[in-house]
């Protein structure tokens, strides 16, 4: 399996699960809703931030020169893509069900505004979480060199 698809269906699969959850949550316990939202979206950039993290770090520990390193670029833009028109289409599909309170958007809202949504906040905090986890590298590099 690509590694961007195993992200895509990780992450995305983490959205329509926040989502899912969020839904739950707001129909028990309406007036705790502003903190219910903000817990998911630390819940969904800290995974992001993470899985980046170790993306980068384990590239430049593979590859120490940085211009040689693997694209993680690409692939994290086509696994946030792919995460957010898919958790747009399934949370719209299980918005269909009974018992399911996903906000009753539309098709057209879940695959354009809400993916975009999704889309950002994979791709940047990933590549965030890659610069951190590469400059993190770098510098156990340097300290070990330095020992040597």
Same mark, same amino acid.
Do not use: C
């Given at each position: 399996?690509? $590694?961007?698809?195993? /992200?895509?269906? !990780?992450?995305?699969?983490?959205?329509?699960?926040?989502?899912?959850? +969020?839904?739950?949550?707001? %129909?028990?316990?309406? &007036?705790?809703?502003?903190?219910?939202? !903000? +817990? *998911? +979206?630390? %819940?969904?950039?800290? @995974?992001?931030?993470?899985?980046?993290?170790?993306?980068?770090?384990?590239?430049?520990?593979a590859q120490p020169d940085p211009e040689r390193g693997t694209d993680l670029t690409l692939r994290w833009l086509k696994a946030a %893509? !792919?995460?957010?028109?898919?958790?747009?289409? %399934?949370?719209?599909? +299980?918005?269909?069900?009974?018992?399911?309170?996903?906000?009753?958007?539309?098709?057209?809202?879940?695959? &354009?505004?809400? @993916? *975009?949504?999704?889309?950002?906040?994979?791709?940047?905090? *990933?590549?965030?979480?890659?610069?951190?986890? /590469? $400059?993190?590298?770098?510098?156990?590099?340097?300290?070990?060199?330095?020992? !040597?």
């Amino acid at each position: 399996m690509n $590694a961007w698809v195993l /992200r895509a269906i !990780v992450l995305g699969a983490l959205v329509v699960l926040l989502r899912a959850v +969020l839904g739950f949550a707001m %129909v028990y316990w309406p &007036t705790h809703g502003a903190w219910m939202r !903000v +817990l *998911a +979206l630390i %819940v969904l950039v800290a @995974a992001n931030l993470y899985w980046g993290f170790l993306d980068g770090r384990k590239d430049r520990t593979a590859q120490p020169d940085p211009e040689r390193g693997t694209d993680l670029t690409l692939r994290w833009l086509k696994a946030a %893509v !792919v995460a957010g028109v898919g958790s747009g289409l %399934v949370a719209w599909l +299980l918005d269909w069900l009974p018992n399911f309170d996903l906000g009753d958007n539309g098709l057209l809202f879940e695959l &354009t505004a809400a @993916a *975009a949504f999704i889309v950002l906040l994979i791709f940047i905090f *990933a590549l965030i979480g890659i610069g951190i986890g /590469r $400059a993190l590298a770098d510098r156990a590099a340097a300290k070990q060199a330095a020992r !040597v």
